[in-house]
């Protein structure tokens, strides 16, 4: 009976056992952990000392299993060590148990050595050993002295000097519009192609469809063109030609052929506005609006881009650019407006002769071909030519060729 009532305990203990939880150790086994920084690329002037912030995050979230170490040290770029930064290198620890998330810092001190000179790169080296590292990043020395930079001088002398320290592959940069996917992936392209201009075409939106992702999107190419010697801003560009019609939650207005249709210029230059704001707030200075076609054939696939067949409605609904642009010179500074684009001169509008219109076949592209035409150019206050000025407005906007 007693060895029975032993063999009863024991199988019970041993029952008890095997639902206990495991050994917290697992869990070490399947955790990785990332080391990044703030920023890919910290910008300084000389005799600044720049704090730069490393953190380790884990997979599953939990603290460090084990304690990590990051070596880091300042590499060879084109500024000179000793002249334009003092050389540094070190090792930051994180402790076991320390949270996901943790950050320690270390400085790297510049020096004022007093002469004009172009942008230079101080890149960063971190290594540690069994975990990620995710990028290097890299510390960058403002141009300084240079006339181009000086605000004082006339616009003319700074461009001429501008243009003069520009190469070849520079201004062929400077020259090119990147479509935001060829550099989402990998946004130190916009420095190395040196890019002048990046844009979002439709549907081409962050990961994260938000206010903050474009604006954190936006910056992060806006960095990578101020790494560059010349540190030549980059410009993002979007299509918001109702509405900022990309963005998710963003207002989204009547085409311009309905807009047209209200003849209410107040109306329209309020729409501007609106728009304006919205796409500003996502960081984005440059809308590819409006379209001020005129359309005479509705087969044209894109003639409700615009404001009518009639030359005179299209030029009162220009007023859109006072609400994109602002009225006073200036207003661009401000924080709800963006530089409009008069569209599309090339390809797209009225017909430039009195032939009867194409075949239905081609339908697609047929009876909108150009806005300089004899047509319009009967309207009461003139047609509008690229790169001329508004004809109500008195000032310049970005025109651009058609897309279709």
């Given at each position: 009976m007693r060895s029975r009532r032993y063999a009863v305990l024991v199988g019970a203990g041993a029952l008890a056992v095997s639902l206990l939880p495991g050994p917290p150790a697992?869990?070490?086994?399947?955790?990785t952990v990332t080391v990044t920084t703030d920023r890919p690329v910290y910008q300084a002037g000389e005799g600044s000392r720049v704090p730069?912030?490393?953190a380790v995050t884990t997979s599953d979230?939990?603290?460090?299993?084990?304690?990590?170490?990051?070596?880091?040290?300042?590499?060879?770029?084109t500024a000179t060590p000793g002249v334009d930064y003092a050389a540094a290198s070190g090792v930051l620890t994180f402790p076991a148990g320390s949270p996901s998330g943790s950050i320690r810092r270390f400085t790297v001190t510049l020096h004022r050595d007093r002469s004009a000179e172009t942008a230079e790169a101080v890149p960063l080296t971190l290594t540690s050993a069994g975990v990620t590292v995710a990028a290097q990043p890299t510390v960058v020395v403002d141009a300084h002295g240079l006339p181009y930079l000086d605000r004082r001088l006339p616009v003319e002398q700074?461009?001429?000097?501008?243009?003069?320290r520009m190469t070849l592959p520079e201004k062929i940069g400077q020259m090119t519009q990147a479509e935001r996917a060829a550099v989402a992936d990998d946004p130190t392209a916009v420095a190395r192609w040196q890019l002048g201009s990046v844009l979002s075409g439709g549907g081409s939106t962050p990961a994260s469809n938000t206010p903050a992702a474009w604006v954190e999107m936006v910056n992060g190419f806006q960095a990578q063109a101020l790494s560059t010697r010349l540190q030549i801003p980059m410009i993002y560009g979007i299509d918001a030609v109702h509405g900022h019609g990309n963005v998710y939650g963003a207002?989204?207005?009547?085409h311009n052929v309905g807009l047209g249709a209200t003849r209410d210029p107040a109306l329209v230059e309020r729409v501007g506005h609106a728009t304006a704001t919205e796409v500003r707030a996502t960081g984005i200075p440059w809308d590819f609006a409006p379209c001020l076609c005129v359309s005479r054939d509705e087969r044209w696939g894109r003639s409700y881009e615009s404001f009518g067949e009639d030359p005179a409605l299209?030029?009162?609904?220009e007023t859109v650019i006072d609400g994109l642009q602002g009225r006073r010179p200036g207003q661009l500074?401000?924080?709800?407006?963006v530089l409009?684009?008069?569209?599309?001169?090339?390809?797209?509008?009225?017909p430039t002769t009195t032939r009867p219109p194409p075949p239905p076949t081609r339908a697609g592209r047929g009876g909108s071909r150009s806005i300089r035409s004899t047509r319009a150019s009967r309207s009461p206050t003139g047609p509008t030519s690229p790169g001329s000025t508004s004809p109500r407005t008195s000032r310049r906007w970005a025109p651009t060729t058609s897309a279709a």
């Amino acid at each position: 009976m007693r060895s029975r009532r032993y063999a009863v305990l024991v199988g019970a203990g041993a029952l008890a056992v095997s639902l206990l939880p495991g050994p917290p150790a697992a869990a070490a086994d399947t955790q990785t952990v990332t080391v990044t920084t703030d920023r890919p690329v910290y910008q300084a002037g000389e005799g600044s000392r720049v704090p730069v912030d490393v953190a380790v995050t884990t997979s599953d979230g939990r603290p460090l299993a084990t304690a990590t170490t990051v070596r880091y040290a300042t590499g060879a770029g084109t500024a000179t060590p000793g002249v334009d930064y003092a050389a540094a290198s070190g090792v930051l620890t994180f402790p076991a148990g320390s949270p996901s998330g943790s950050i320690r810092r270390f400085t790297v001190t510049l020096h004022r050595d007093r002469s004009a000179e172009t942008a230079e790169a101080v890149p960063l080296t971190l290594t540690s050993a069994g975990v990620t590292v995710a990028a290097q990043p890299t510390v960058v020395v403002d141009a300084h002295g240079l006339p181009y930079l000086d605000r004082r001088l006339p616009v003319e002398q700074r461009v001429a000097d501008l243009l003069g320290r520009m190469t070849l592959p520079e201004k062929i940069g400077q020259m090119t519009q990147a479509e935001r996917a060829a550099v989402a992936d990998d946004p130190t392209a916009v420095a190395r192609w040196q890019l002048g201009s990046v844009l979002s075409g439709g549907g081409s939106t962050p990961a994260s469809n938000t206010p903050a992702a474009w604006v954190e999107m936006v910056n992060g190419f806006q960095a990578q063109a101020l790494s560059t010697r010349l540190q030549i801003p980059m410009i993002y560009g979007i299509d918001a030609v109702h509405g900022h019609g990309n963005v998710y939650g963003a207002t989204i207005f009547p085409h311009n052929v309905g807009l047209g249709a209200t003849r209410d210029p107040a109306l329209v230059e309020r729409v501007g506005h609106a728009t304006a704001t919205e796409v500003r707030a996502t960081g984005i200075p440059w809308d590819f609006a409006p379209c001020l076609c005129v359309s005479r054939d509705e087969r044209w696939g894109r003639s409700y881009e615009s404001f009518g067949e009639d030359p005179a409605l299209v030029v009162r609904m220009e007023t859109v650019i006072d609400g994109l642009q602002g009225r006073r010179p200036g207003q661009l500074d401000d924080g709800d407006r963006v530089l409009a684009t008069a569209k599309h001169y090339a390809a797209t509008a009225t017909p430039t002769t009195t032939r009867p219109p194409p075949p239905p076949t081609r339908a697609g592209r047929g009876g909108s071909r150009s806005i300089r035409s004899t047509r319009a150019s009967r309207s009461p206050t003139g047609p509008t030519s690229p790169g001329s000025t508004s004809p109500r407005t008195s000032r310049r906007w970005a025109p651009t060729t058609s897309a279709a």
